[in-house]
Structures are given as structure tokens and as C-alpha cells.
């Protein structure tokens, strides 16, 4: 695909709903890769991936705080991954992770409603400067269930 087709597949996107509160859009928009002019379609195979972090994480999110999660991001292109400094095994390069945010929610609140109710892989509270987010993950292989905190320097349990 090209920078152009990866526009229209986000426009057509907008209107493919794959939940209640989320559409194919969602699963690949990033301002980033359209700051960069870099095609961030995210391909047909993991398309599923995608839909089942949404199903999983999002959505018991947008039942639980009564209001949709602000997604970042949840597909990666390599080039995008690169970019951002995304390690190269990233979830998000699967489409198995996503990374938001909950308007009037701490990333607290959210971790223990995430830890406690939801199977999930990984859960990490994030931080660069004063931009804070929550990343988690979905496999539907296996979940490891870890919780984590980037500290600016290093990843550490919590």
C-alpha cells in the first residue's frame, strides 16, 4: 500500500465498526506514522489480533469507567515501531497491545480495574515527561498476567 491508501483505509475505516465503541480505525490510526507520511495499514492477519485487544481490554474499560478509553495506539508498522523506538518485539507490531488513556482516570485506577478483572499479557504504566499512558496487551495464546511501571530509565514490577 502507500501513504494515500493507508488515508482512505482510515477514512473507509472510521465507518467499520469491529465493537460497540471502536471501528477498524482505531486499530491503525497514528499520529506519528501521518506526521511521517509512513503507511501504518494494519494488515488483514492481524486484524483479529487487534479486534480481540479491543474486545478484551477496551471494551470492559468503556463498561467499567462509564466512558471510552482515548486509544494512541494498537498496530505498529516496523518502520513506525522504529520510529518511535519501539523494541522489535513488540506487541504493538502484532496488533496485540494497546496503549490509552481514560479521561478524569489515574493510570492507578485503571491498572487495578485492569489487574483485577481482566486477563491480560502485559500491563504497563507509562510515563515520558509529563505524558502519561497505560499499555496492555492480549494474547490469545498465552497470558502472562505481569504488571509493570516504566520508570523513565528501566521497567520495573509492580
Known sequence: MS???Y????????NQ??????SLYDTCNSVMAQAHLID?????????????????????CCSY???RPD???????????KLVGGVSTSQHTKAQAVDFTIVGVTLIQIAYYIR?????????????????????????????KEVL???GIKYVSI
Do not use: M
Request: charged share 25%.
Open 3 to 5: 501513504y494515500e491508501n
Open 7 to 14: 488515508l482512505t483505509f482510515l477514512k473507509d475505516g472510521k
Open 17 to 22: 465498526l469491529i465493537s460497540k465503541h471502536y
Open 40 to 60: 501504518n495499514t494494519i494488515p488483514v492477519e492481524l486484524r483479529p489480533n487487534a479486534i480481540l485487544a479491543i474486545v478484551k481490554i477496551l471494551e470492559p
Open 65 to 67: 469507567f462509564k466512558t
Open 71 to 81: 486509544v494512541s495506539c494498537i498496530f505498529r508498522c516496523p518502520d513506525l515501531n
Open 116 to 144: 483485577h478483572n481482566l486477563e491480560f499479557d502485559q500491563l504497563i504504566l507509562e510515563q515520558i515527561n509529563t505524558v502519561k499512558w497505560c499499555h496492555c496487551s492480549y494474547s490469545s495464546v498465552k497470558n502472562r
Open 149 to 151: 511501571k516504566f520508570n
